[in-house]
């Protein structure tokens, strides 16, 4: 009798002692990924498609040629310090060329579709504050997890039977220094194309 | 016994007028002044509290926890009111940050991340991962997604080290074309950089590229490569903004590195120091101070 509670006690020691978890669980954490899917759909449908300060990109040049202080405060954004800030565009462009990624426009910008990396659409978006982050891994988490979507899935997709010559509709993300005045072009990371 | 009430009167008096009018001191914690970088964050922070009318006091903690920790016993027993602090360690330095918070001083880190989210007041940081995800593009750029290259990484542990070297890979790493051929650390220290250099170099004659975790070690992996006769064959990339990087990109012997802002950072925390004596309570818990990519095109802007 009791050799068998101490087995039955060892057993519930046992079992409480250790936590089962998927291996799969353990690898995401293990490798700081995490499940950004809801926050990015956020960020690209309100923060960027449907955002009232989205410019028409002459315009957005000639703002930024007559006052920049002015238009950073009124259409630009940045998280944290620094001198440049991030701004969303829309327009319609004739494909002069496509070269590594790089979409050259016939108005003279370009849409950068091969180096989707950095804060452009994060911070033009205005969806995120840096509130609600307690730690830079986490925000830098977050912004892979957009660069990426897009990067990969999205840009590529919409990218399909894509050719120079043809007219296409375009929004994304710019960023713009004061070094970079006066502005003729923009490279612009992109968020939609559509043809 | 009307002279003895007239007498603690005064005594009271003055004291609430000696804290009233006693304006608060800052002291300026750095982790290490041996190191040029550091010495122009510390004096920075020192200027600008000075600027902003406050007495000011710099501590070198010579790269040791230990004499980090006495200088916050000793600046927490001797009165001072906020702390602008560059960490020794990420997880060592959190036990002195609760030390000072405990006491009702506010600490707010520079440059250096602590592993902790709510120890200090505020951490005013460069951001080391974005500004080397720059550094990842153009790398990729200037290698043509393709080629062998070696990296020399900081200090092991510590979280700039990690946020560069995790922004760098989080572009390069997608270029199946570009491999890794050794990675070894090089303690943020030039003429450790140029042995590791050399000693990479032996074991594989043919790397097209590096990254190194800042500028004092890019420059040691130059004079490296230089000495071998390999200038022509390896691209090299640093991380900080130094003077001499940034001459020597202009010259065409560096490839690019990331410029960082100290005096921005110990601006911030000086001035965030400050709001908190007027009353400010509330601060994000972390600020991304922007950095640069300085290349060939852009270093006349710097």
Same mark, same amino acid.
């Given at each position: 009798?009791?050799?068998?509670?101490?087995?039955?006690?060892?057993?519930?020691?046992?079992?409480?002692?250790?936590?089962?978890?998927?291996?799969?669980?353990?690898?995401?954490?293990?490798?700081?990924?995490?499940?950004?899917?809801?926050?990015?759909?956020?960020?690209? /449908?309100?923060?960027?498609?449907?955002?009232?300060?989205?410019?028409?990109?002459?315009?957005?040049?000639?703002?930024?040629?007559?006052?920049?202080?002015?238009?950073?405060?009124?259409?630009?954004?940045?998280?944290?310090?620094?001198?440049?800030?991030?701004?969303? /565009?829309?327009?319609?462009?004739?494909?002069?060329?496509?070269?590594?990624?790089?979409?050259?426009?016939?108005?003279?910008?370009?849409?950068?579709?091969?180096?989707?990396?950095?804060?452009?659409?994060?911070?033009?978006?205005?969806?995120?504050?840096?509130?609600?982050?307690?730690?830079?891994?986490?925000?830098?988490?977050?912004?892979?997890?957009?660069?990426?979507?897009?990067?990969?899935?999205?840009?590529?997709?919409?990218?399909?039977?894509?050719?120079?010559?043809?007219?296409?509709?375009? /929004?994304?993300?710019?960023?713009?220094?004061?070094?970079?005045?006066?502005?003729?072009?923009?490279?612009?990371?992109?968020?939609?194309?559509?043809? | 016994?009307? $002279?003895?009430?007239?007498?603690?009167?005064?005594?009271?008096?003055?004291?609430?007028?000696?804290?009233?009018?006693?304006?608060?001191?800052?002291?300026?914690?750095?982790?290490?002044?041996?190191?040029?970088?550091?010495?122009?964050?510390?004096?920075?922070?020192?200027?600008?509290?000075?600027?902003?009318?406050?007495?000011?006091?710099?501590? *070198?903690?010579?790269?040791?926890?230990?004499?980090?920790?006495?200088?916050?016993?000793?600046?927490?027993?001797?009165?001072?009111? +906020?702390?602008?602090?560059?960490?020794? *360690?990420?997880?060592?330095?959190?036990?002195?940050?609760?030390?000072?918070?405990?006491?009702?001083?506010?600490?707010?880190?520079?440059?250096?991340?602590?592993?902790?989210? *709510?120890?200090?007041?505020?951490?005013?940081?460069?951001?080391?991962?974005?500004?080397?995800?720059?550094?990842?593009?153009?790398?990729?750029?200037?290698?043509?997604?393709?080629?062998?290259?070696?990296?020399?990484?900081?200090?092991?542990?510590?979280?700039?080290? $990690?946020?560069?070297?995790?922004?760098?890979?989080?572009?390069?790493?997608?270029?199946?074309?570009?491999?890794?051929?050794?990675?070894?650390?090089?303690?943020?220290?030039?003429?450790?950089?140029?042995?590791?250099?050399?000693?990479?170099?032996?074991?594989?004659?043919?790397?097209?590229?590096?990254?190194?975790?800042?500028?004092?070690?890019?420059?040691?992996?130059?004079? +490296?490569?230089?000495?071998?006769?390999?200038?022509?064959?390896?691209?090299?990339?640093?991380?900080?903004?130094? *003077?001499?990087?940034?001459?020597?990109?202009?010259?065409?012997?560096?490839?690019?590195?990331?410029?960082? $802002?100290?005096?921005?950072? +110990?601006?911030? +925390?000086?001035?965030?120091?400050?709001?908190?004596?007027?009353?400010?309570?509330?601060?994000?818990?972390?600020?991304?101070?922007?950095?640069?990519?300085?290349?060939?095109?852009?270093?006349?802007?710097?």
């Amino acid at each position: 009798m009791k050799k068998g509670i101490g087995i039955l006690v060892l057993l519930v020691l046992g079992y409480q002692s250790v936590y089962f978890e998927k291996l799969s669980t353990r690898t995401q954490q293990a490798s700081g990924v995490q499940d950004f899917g809801k926050r990015v759909e956020a960020i690209l /449908v309100q923060g960027v498609l449907n955002n009232p300060v989205l410019t028409e990109d002459q315009q957005l040049i000639k703002e930024l040629n007559n006052n920049l202080t002015n238009t950073q405060k009124k259409l630009g954004n940045r998280l944290g310090i620094g001198e440049s800030a991030y701004y969303l /565009v829309k327009g319609k462009a004739r494909i002069s060329s496509i070269r590594d990624g790089y979409v050259l426009l016939d108005n003279g910008s370009g849409l950068d579709t091969q180096f989707i990396f950095g804060n452009e659409v994060r911070d033009a978006s205005r969806m995120i504050h840096l509130e609600d982050f307690k730690s830079q891994k986490d925000l830098n988490a977050l912004t892979e997890a957009l660069n990426k979507h897009l990067r990969e899935t999205k840009i590529p997709a919409e990218m399909k039977g894509i050719q120079v010559g043809d007219e296409i509709s375009y /929004v994304g993300a710019c960023e713009v220094a004061p070094s970079d005045l006066p502005v003729t072009s923009l490279t612009i990371y992109p968020v939609e194309i559509k043809h | 016994m009307k $002279y003895i009430f007239l007498f603690l009167g005064l005594f009271l008096a003055g004291c609430s007028s000696k804290e009233s009018t006693e304006k608060p001191k800052i002291a300026v914690v750095i982790s290490t002044l041996n190191n040029p970088w550091f010495v122009v964050l510390g004096e920075s922070a020192v200027q600008q509290a000075e600027k902003l009318g406050y007495e000011a006091k710099l501590f *070198d903690s010579q790269n040791n926890p230990a004499v980090e920790s006495d200088h916050f016993e000793n600046l927490i027993s001797s009165g001072f009111d +906020a702390i602008l602090f560059n960490p020794t *360690d990420a997880d060592g330095s959190i036990a002195n940050i609760l030390k000072a918070k405990e006491a009702g001083i506010p600490v707010f880190c520079m440059d250096r991340e602590v592993n902790s989210n *709510d120890a200090a007041t505020s951490q005013i940081l460069s951001d080391n991962y974005t500004g080397c995800v720059a550094i990842g593009v153009e790398f990729v750029k200037q290698l043509h997604g393709k080629g062998n290259y070696v990296e020399i990484l900081g200090l092991a542990g510590d979280n700039n080290t $990690y946020a560069r070297s995790n922004g760098f890979h989080t572009v390069v790493d997608k270029f199946k074309g570009l491999k890794l051929l050794g990675q070894q650390n090089g303690d943020f220290d030039r003429n450790k950089a140029m042995e590791v250099m050399e000693s990479m170099m032996q074991a594989n004659p043919s790397i097209q590229g590096v990254f190194c975790g800042n500028d004092a070690m890019a420059l040691g992996a130059f004079q +490296a490569i230089q000495s071998a006769g390999k200038s022509e064959q390896i691209k090299v990339f640093g991380f900080d903004g130094a *003077d001499e990087v940034v001459q020597k990109i202009k010259e065409g012997k560096i490839v690019a590195t990331g410029m960082q $802002y100290p005096k921005v950072m +110990a601006k911030t +925390a000086a001035t965030f120091a400050v709001e908190f004596f007027k009353g400010r309570k509330s601060f994000p818990q972390h600020i991304p101070v922007g950095v640069n990519l300085v290349n060939a095109k852009t270093a006349k802007h710097f």
